[in-house]
């Protein structure tokens, strides 16, 4: 599989036609993977019934078997087919939340392969918005286990081209759909214990959910790689890593520029190559500078940041960065989700000011 060629099958975001998405449903029923845009990143899929299929997504990412897979749905209603003991809460949150960027950890249902959950007893389960993923998933017929669709550490794709960037040659078809909306993960909440739990947050926020669950719990953990006792493995800290460094400032926004100006300075002194990554009205303090710049969208336009984070990441790798600047833009709403994958591609790199 190594040496085929990766087909790139253009269909509308919003109104997907019938042809691509019914040759895409095909090679995931014959046990291919196909990559294709929910509203949140684009997911490499399999068959999420097919063991075989299912290894198949190990292999072409190098994501260690570790690491559990997301089972994507057409319907809610579709539940009973992959968990079991499915509390009503899960149906209120369903209710509510989906389709869209909730995924809900429960009991795993026996005829989904343990390896879909990494040989563990649950399932993550999540039923996404975007045209292109429900269309694809309702005509393959079956549930689709999809992981993010990039190469394990590199930062999630948000449009076609970044998952040629990992991928091409290693899996059958990319369904290119456009950049995706919501462009940070979803959020996956654990309802395996007495008290619900968020494992990650993503793209939607903590505060909504706890409109629903007030008793939610969250309590980040960034663990080491090497440290087995992670709770989800998506707590891993070296997860969303682009091949430069990163450095995070944390701190007011007149503070945080002062510091990045003043750090991108002794970096070019010392001979390495600086990109800096932020709000567009930022983009002004680096003037003089020999720095890469990628704009995230208005400071206060969380949504347009998170869009925009991956494809920023990337692109300054592409660039030849050496060292990334970027800094915070809170905690709350979706800034969380932003402050969660800055702080997973520093490796801990944090610089408070
Ligand atoms: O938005 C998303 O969630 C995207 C799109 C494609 O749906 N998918 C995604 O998948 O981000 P992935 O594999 O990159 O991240 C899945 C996260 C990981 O943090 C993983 O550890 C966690 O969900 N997870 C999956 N199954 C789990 C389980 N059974 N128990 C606990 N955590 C689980
Ligand atoms: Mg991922």
Same mark, same amino acid.
């Given at each position: ?16 036609? #019938? ?17 294709? %845009?929910?509203?949140?990143?684009? !997911? ?15 292999? #072409? ?6 690491? =559990? ?7 809610? $209603? ?5 968990? &079991? ?33 990494? +040989? ?47 991928? /091409? ?11 995706? =909306? ?10 395996? +214990? ?19 669950? =007030? ?15 992670? %709770?989800?493995? +998506? ?14 400032? @944390? !701190? ?12 991108? $300075? ?15 009205? @930022? ?7 020999? &720095? ?6 208005? *400071?206060? @336009? ?8 991956? /494809?920023?990441? *990337?692109?300054?790798?592409?660039? !030849?960065?050496? &060292?990334?600047?970027? *800094?915070?833009?809170?905690?709350? +709403? ?9 702080? *997973? ?9």
């Amino acid at each position: 599989m190594a040496h085929s060629t990766t087909r790139v099958l253009h269909v509308d975001a919003a109104e997907p036609a #019938a042809e691509p998405i019914a040759e895409a449903a095909a090679v995931l029923r014959r046990g291919g993977l196909v990559a294709f %845009p929910t509203e949140t990143v684009y !997911g490499l899929g399999a068959n999420a019934f097919d063991a075989e299929a299912v290894a198949r997504i190990y292999a #072409a990412k190098g994501r260690p078997a570790s690491n =559990p897979l997301i089972v994507h749905l057409a319907t809610g $209603a579709d539940l009973p087919q992959v968990a &079991v003991d499915v509390p009503p809460l899960a149906y209120e949150l369903a209710t509510r939340f989906w389709p869209g960027a909730l995924t809900l950890v429960l009991p795993r249902h026996q005829q989904v392969p343990p390896s879909v959950a990494a +040989g563990g007893l649950s399932v993550a389960v999540r039923v996404p918005s975007h045209p292109v993923a429900q269309a694809l998933i309702a005509a393959a017929g079956v549930p689709v286990a999809a992981p993010s669709a990039n190469s394990f550490t590199r930062p999630s794709p948000t449009s076609a081209a970044h998952v040629l960037e990992d991928l /091409d040659g290693r899996i059958e078809v990319v369904l290119d759909g456009g950049a995706t =909306p919501i462009g940070v993960e979803s959020t996956v909440l654990s309802l395996l +214990g007495t008290v619900p739990e968020i494992l990650r947050p993503g793209g939607v926020p903590i505060e909504l959910l706890r409109d629903l669950v =007030p008793e939610l719990r969250y309590e980040p953990r960034y663990l080491a790689m090497e440290d087995g006792a992670a %709770p989800s493995p +998506g707590m891993l800290l070296r997860h969303y890593s682009p091949r430069a460094t990163v450095l995070l400032f @944390d !701190g007011l926004p007149a503070a945080a520029l002062a510091a990045m100006r003043h750090e991108a $300075a002794s970096q070019i002194r010392a001979g390495q190559r600086v990109g800096v990554l932020v709000p567009n009205e @930022d983009q002004a303090h680096f003037d003089g500078l020999a &720095v890469a710049v990628a704009v995230l969208g208005p *400071r206060d @336009d969380h949504a347009q940041i998170a869009a925009h984070l991956f /494809d920023g990441l *990337r692109a300054l790798d592409r660039a !030849g960065a050496d &060292v990334i600047l970027v *800094r915070s833009v809170g905690r709350g +709403g979706l800034a969380l989700a932003i402050w969660d994958r800055l702080l *997973r591609a520093t490796e801990g790199r944090v610089i408070s000011v």
